[in-house]
């Protein structure tokens, strides 16, 4: 049996009627896994106070509906198909603060499904309407409901209620490391092994945690050595809590608690960034290089200079740039914001970029 989804079927661990549950499987007879994956990376030249730097980020906004989140949904459904948890006609439902639901409606809808969300409801407008419009049920939850808690309660209370619901349960489904396991992490390592490099270290915003668990375990297979840093914002930093704290305006990353999948132990130090350093850089990047991101690209961009800082050789030093800005023009993103006294924008200066293919 062969699919041509990365084989996903043969590294799951394997049902014994995958075979049977895999020729079922539409991710593969749609040939899906052409508009999933094999991304750029970019080499990004800057400055930073004057002296010259470079680091290296995975342009995601080139998945099918343009942002990272697409990978995990498209191995979720998957390896849902093989183990036979998902079949046809089952409605996807999911709780999500915006991406993960664009990913699930899109590619639920072009794998025949019906799709639910449940979302916190002050994610942006942009969000919401892209998901109503590949057909999906968006359920908003108020902060007095829970809000992403509240989300993921409702999701499962849902699913306890209704017969032919599949749960992909993102923050608690180990496929979603493995999406990047198996394929975000492998392109990293060929992209780089084209300049004769390797990955020294990599850096990426918790969300569902997912990325960053994914690429630290491929990449440390190439170098042992792999420094695997996440990133939160320093507004709000769960990860170093253990709770919510604060706000901030990194649409994307640091829902409120540590995800299941997340093992710190695994990881070293966390980076963080202020939101206002992170909108600043994303604007940057779109204004000074053409790189159209969103905020979240702007928050690695800032945690991947801060490790290239720590590194006295030229480092190889990699990050994720995971959406575009085109669903935050209705955010502080599309605003003037005033730089801080410690802010690390202001000291950068972005020289020029190159796709490695
Ligand atoms: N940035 C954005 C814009 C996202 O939507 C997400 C996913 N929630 C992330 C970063 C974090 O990715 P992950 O869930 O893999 O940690």
Same mark, same amino acid.
């Given at each position: 049996m062969s699919c041509d989804f990365k084989s996903c079927c043969t590294q799951a661990?394997?049902? #014994?009627?995958?075979?049977? %549950?895999? !020729?079922?499987? @539409?991710?593969?007879? $749609?040939?899906?896994?052409? /508009?999933?994956? %094999? +991304?750029?990376?970019?080499?990004?030249?800057?400055?930073?106070?004057? !002296?010259? &730097?470079?680091? =290296?980020? *995975?342009?995601?906004?080139? %998945? /099918? +509906?343009?942002?990272? *989140?697409?990978? /995990?949904? #498209?191995?979720?459904?998957? *390896?849902?198909?093989?183990?036979?948890?998902?079949? @046809?006609?089952? $409605?996807?439902?999911?709780?999500?603060s915006g991406n993960t639901g664009i990913s699930f409606a899109a590619i639920g809808r072009a794998l025949g499904h019906n799709v639910r969300i449940y979302m916190p409801n002050w994610m942006s407008a942009e969000r919401v309407g892209l998901i109503r419009s590949f057909g999906a049920e968006v359920v908003p939850v108020s902060r007095e409901d829970g809000g992403f808690v509240g989300s993921i309660e409702r999701a499962e209370e849902?699913? !306890?209620?209704?017969?032919?619901? =599949?749960? @992909? &349960?993102? =923050?608690? %489904?180990?496929?979603?490391?493995?999406?990047?396991?198996? $394929? $975000?992490? @492998?392109?990293?390592?060929?992209?780089?092994a084209t300049r004769g490099l390797v990955a020294d270290a990599v850096l990426a915003g918790v969300g569902t945690g997912g990325t960053i668990m994914g690429l630290q375990r491929h990449l440390k297979r190439v170098n042992p050595k792999l420094g695997a840093h996440p990133l939160e914002p320093a507004n709000s930093p769960t990860l170093r809590t253990g709770h919510k704290v604060g706000k901030h305006r990194i649409q994307g990353i640091s829902d409120e608690f540590i995800p299941p999948i997340v093992r710190l132990g695994e990881l070293d130090e966390v980076i963080d960034t202020w939101d206002g350093d992170a909108i600043l850089m994303a604007q940057g990047l779109c204004r000074d290089l053409g790189l159209g991101v969103g905020i979240s690209s702007g928050a690695n961009f800032l945690g991947a200079a801060q490790l290239v800082e720590r590194h006295p050789e030229r480092a190889t030093i990699v990050t994720i740039f995971p959406d575009s800005n085109k669903k935050y023009l209705s955010t502080d993103l599309a605003r003037e914001e005033s730089p801080a006294d410690d802010y690390l924008t202001p000291r950068i200066k972005l020289v020029s970029f190159r796709a490695i293919a």
């Open positions: 661990g394997v049902a #014994a009627d995958a075979e049977e %549950n895999c !020729r079922r499987c @539409p991710v593969n007879s $749609t040939g899906l896994q052409h /508009m999933i994956g %094999n +991304t750029p990376l970019l080499e990004i030249e800057y400055q930073l106070d004057g !002296r010259p &730097r470079r680091l =290296f980020a *995975k342009y995601e906004q080139r %998945n /099918m +509906t343009g942002s990272v *989140k697409d990978r /995990m949904a #498209a191995w979720i459904i998957a *390896k849902a198909y093989q183990l036979g948890e998902l079949t @046809p006609g089952d $409605t996807i439902v999911e709780a999500t849902y699913a !306890r209620d209704h017969d032919h619901v =599949f749960l @992909p &349960r993102q =923050f608690a %489904n180990t496929a979603n490391i493995e999406a990047h396991e198996h $394929t $975000t992490g @492998p392109e990293i390592e060929r992209q780089l």
